[in-house]
């Protein structure tokens, strides 16, 4: 597979034509016990679930909930696999939730097609005589369930991010047949009318961007999809709106929830 590397300052001109690489964390699709590690993997990607870019690490975020706390993990980079690589000790037999930032920013496009990854007036600064075309912010968030129980209630809390997935019905009941339900925060509000996109691993992983399902939240902010294949499932919605910023053209969030479905 060809490897397609684009800038987001490249996203900047030729905007709704071209979707960004999708940002989230994922690992094998088994149940694991209380002292098992886990291994983890943060994509930035085109293709499912086949690594394609690897941005700054400073980019790259990853949490881990579990037994009540929040704990932070170290990545490490695999230049073989085009991702960045984690782990963790699952403590107990409670569900845990694995969250993963792109962490948000501006960047800034110049008239002579330069660009700077910062605000325009941060962008002034620091390129003197250079006058600023437009400019967008990013931020993208990713949500990962892991040992979902069955009597585990804690599935459908939203996390507070700007722009959220939340599932309706426990991960732990979704198998091949079954119909998940989904409702999409911004700023903890439903969130009507926004395009959702769901796929398992492997689905046409050749083809960019080639999701199996998508469709509109109703005005509950709610969408229902069949899960068709068991394998590792990735919901995914982007919101784009004017900025409140001055000579910030556009904010756009990306969110994705994962979960496996066993066979």
Known sequence: ??????????????????????????????????????PLYVLSTHYFTVGEELEGLRYNKVWVRQGGGRTELTLKENPGRVWYETEFTVQGDGPVIVEGNRVGGY????????????????ARRANPGKTVARAAFLEKFSKTYINPAARDTGFSAPLGYTLEIVPLDNPANYRPGSNARFRVLYKGQPLSGAEVFAVYDYYDYKTMNAYEQKGNT????????????????????????????????????DTIVVFSVPK
């Not at 684009?6 to 905007?15: E, I, K, N």
């Not at 590792?232 to 409140?244: E, F, L, M, N, T």
């Open 1 to 38: 597979m060809k490897k397609v590397f684009l800038s987001f300052a490249a996203l900047l001109v030729l905007g709704g034509a071209v979707w960004g690489h999708e940002f989230f964390v994922m690992t094998d699709n088994k149940p694991f016990k209380s002292g098992d590690t886990v």
């Open 107 to 122: 960047t800034t496009r110049f008239t002579d097609g330069s660009s700077f990854e910062g605000t325009p007036a941060e």
């Open 218 to 253: 109703n005005r509950n902010g709610e969408i229902t999809f069949r899960i068709s294949s068991p394998g590792i499932w990735i919901i995914r919605v982007r919101d784009s709106r004017d900025s409140a910023v001055p000579e910030v053209s556009v904010e756009n969030n």
